[in-house]
C-alpha cells in the first residue's frame, strides 16, 4: 500500500487549508484512513480518523476546526483544516490502517506552517 499526501504548505493564522491522501496498492476493502501530526519536540498525535463506513474520530485539539472525509471509491481521504492556529504547525501524515491484517501504513508527511 503507498500512500500520496498534497495539500500542506504556508497559510496565516485564522485560513484553511485542505489536505488529501490517495492511497494505492493492495488495499482491503476495510480500513481506517486518517492524519496524525509530528511538531518539532512533540510526539506524534492524532488528528482525525475515519472508517470506511464514516465514523470519524478528532483529536480534542483540532475538534470544531478540522473536518474528515473520504472517497471511498478513490481512496482518498481529505482533511479539511478551518481557522488554523500558530500551534497547528507539523508535518501531517496520512495512515491507512488496515483492518484484516492489522498493519498500519504511513505516508510520507506533508508540512503545514501557520504563520504570519
Known amino acids: 500500500v503507498q500512500l500520496q499526501a498534497s495539500g500542506g504548505g504556508l497559510v496565516q493564522p485564522g485560513g484553511p487549508l485542505r489536505l488529501s491522501c490517495a492511497a494505492s496498492?493492495?488495499?482491503?476493502?476495510?480500513?481506517?484512513m486518517g492524519w496524525y501530526r509530528q511538531a518539532p519536540g512533540r510526539q506524534r498525535e492524532l488528528v482525525a480518523d475515519?472508517?470506511?463506513?464514516?465514523?470519524?474520530k478528532y483529536g480534542d485539539a483540532v475538534k470544531g476546526r478540522f473536518t474528515i472525509s473520504r472517497d471511498n471509491a478513490k481512496n482518498t481521504v481529505y482533511l479539511q483544516m478551518n481557522s488554523l492556529k500558530p500551534e497547528d504547525t507539523a508535518v501531517y501524515f496520512c495512515?491507512?490502517?488496515?483492518?484484516?491484517?492489522?498493519?498500519?501504513?504511513w505516508g510520507q508527511g506533508t508540512l503545514v506552517t501557520v504563520s504570519s
Open positions: 495512515n491507512l490502517f488496515s483492518m484484516a491484517t492489522a498493519v498500519d501504513y
Open positions: 496498492g493492495n488495499i482491503f476493502e476495510v480500513n481506517v
Open positions: 475515519m472508517t470506511g463506513g464514516g465514523n470519524a
